[in-house]
């Protein structure tokens, strides 16, 4: 029913509301209750400024996806290119830097949808490989990411707040990148 429905459209600057209100309310509906309050805001608070998702917008390396169903955004994803990345900045891949759906179409398949698209954008951009960070504590994403294919190949530090945390480093080898 809602697959008919879908699309995938690339953000552009008139989207920024769109875009930190997804942004922020995914984010905190998915860790707020595993995150001391004061370091979930203000991380919520500069990762999600305004000033701060106008960079990301306008990078020529940083692509965001919306996740229509119908005219409402379901989620969101964003993929960074080599001199975007946060940590491997290998030019043979994709950083798929945040995959976020909201809680009322989890459960659905969207995510996989989402990263089915990044490997599509990878192959497009003929990257090698596909990579991404995610928090050692979410062990529905690490299993979600496991069963598309991904393997863990490293970790690194995430500073939410005062409290630093340690994200997994997986990765996904690209046929025909």
């Known amino acids: 029913m ?6 995938i459209r690339a953000c552009g600057p008139s989207d920024l509301e ?5 942004s922020w309310q995914t984010y905190d509906d998915t860790f707020r209750h595993l995150n001391e ?6 991380y919520l608070n500069s990762a999600f400024s305004r000033e701060k998702l106008r960079e990301e917008l306008a990078n020529p390396h940083s ?11 379901a989620g969101y994803m964003k993929v960074n290119d080599a001199p975007a990345q946060n940590d491997l900045h290998d030019p043979q891949s994709l950083e798929i830097e945040r995959v976020y759906v909201k809680r009322d179409f989890q459960g659905l398949g969207l995510g ?11 192959r497009e951009r003929k990257r090698k490989f596909v990579w991404l ?11 979600f990411y496991g ?3 991904f393997s863990r190949i490293g970790t690194h530090d995430f500073t939410m707040g005062t409290d630093r945390q340690t994200d997994l480093i997986m990765k996904k080898e690209v046929d025909g990148g």
């Open 133 to 143: 960070g995610v928090w050692e504590k979410n062990a529905n994403a690490i299993a």
């Open 18 to 22: 769109a875009l930190r209100a997804i």
């Open 147 to 149: 069963k598309m294919g």
């Open 37 to 42: 309050p004061r370091n979930m805001d203000a």
């Open 112 to 122: 996989r949808v989402l990263i089915e698209k990044a490997i599509e954008v990878a």
């Open 2 to 7: 809602i697959a008919g429905q879908l699309r």
């Open 63 to 73: 692509t965001f996806f919306f996740l229509l169903s119908g005219e409402l955004v």
